[in-house]
């Protein structure tokens, strides 16, 4: 059974720093692109960064370039959003999904299986 739980949100002030993460189970990350995903009240969900089936490629929507990096550690099935720079409108709750292809631009185009979520709030 796929399962994608993610954890590491919560409050952290303008210019600071956190690092989600996103435990996979019941599949290898080489068998699938994992894109992050936010969505902050009365927005629509967009696609933040993805990486790649074989780790290879990394992705990222342009607002979070330089800013956000997204890596991997197979030996723990895990896919980690590294942000840094947090700026007030950063502020959603971001998920992970699976899916076969990444895009350009940062999105995931098809979703397979969706964790949870996590709440990020960058306030003073």
């Known amino acids: 059974q796929v399962q994608l739980v993610e954890s590491g949100g919560g409050l952290v002030q303008p210019g600071g720093s956190l690092r989600l993460s996103c435990a996979a189970s019941?599949?290898?990350?080489?068998?699938?692109?994992i894109g992050w995903f936010r969505q902050a009240p009365g927005k629509e969900r967009e696609g933040v960064s993805c990486?790649?089936?074989?780790?290879?490629?990394?992705y990222y929507l342009d607002s979070v370039k330089d800013r956000f990096t997204i890596s991997r550690d197979t030996a723990k099935n895990t896919v980690y959003l590294h942000m840094n720079s947090l700026k007030p409108e950063d502020t959603a709750v971001y998920s992970c999904?699976?899916?076969?292809?990444?895009?350009?631009?940062?999105?995931?185009?098809?979703?397979?299986?969706w964790g949870q979520g996590t709440q990020v709030t960058v306030s003073s």
């Open positions: 019941g599949f290898p990350l080489n068998s699938r692109s």
């Open positions: 999904a699976t899916g076969p292809v990444c895009s350009v631009s940062g999105n995931l185009p098809t979703q397979m299986n």
């Open positions: 990486i790649s089936a074989g780790g290879r490629f990394t």
